[in-house]
């Protein structure tokens, strides 16, 4: 059963800028350590960004002051706001909640969404 489900991807120009978002059925962001992702052609899985519980972020050296990953409790909702778009940061997106709490604690993954950048 897909828990989470990304949207927001599409093609930038380099510079441009795409807002990310995740929603969920059955999880609690509110509850839960929420991730992005992303899987670059011949590259392995890397994690983005980050906002724990406490909403404590982090993210990749290589994002860092481009990327905002923030959560929105009220309407369940996690973004990532990605600003001057690099090729490089071309890659499909992933969701990742490790939900806290429940029977469906633990890792959850959506199906990702594409992002990509290039002139």
């Known amino acids: 059963q897909q828990r989470l489900v990304e949207s927001g991807g599409g093609s930038v120009q380099p510079g441009g800028s795409l807002r990310l978002r995740c929603a969920a059925s059955?999880?609690?962001?509110?509850?839960?350590?929420v991730a992005w992702y992303r899987q670059a052609p011949g590259k392995q899985r890397e994690l983005v960004a980050r906002i724990a519980v406490d909403d404590t972020t982090n993210y990749a050296d290589s994002v860092q002051g481009r990327f905002t990953i923030s959560r929105e409790a009220r309407e369940n909702m996690v973004y990532l706001q990605m600003t001057s778009l690099k090729p490089e940061d071309t890659a499909v997106y992933y969701c990742n909640a490790n939900l806290h709490v429940g029977p469906l604690r633990g890792d959850h993954w959506g199906q990702g969404t594409q992002v990509t950048v290039s002139s």
């Open positions: 059955g999880i609690a962001f509110s509850l839960s350590t």
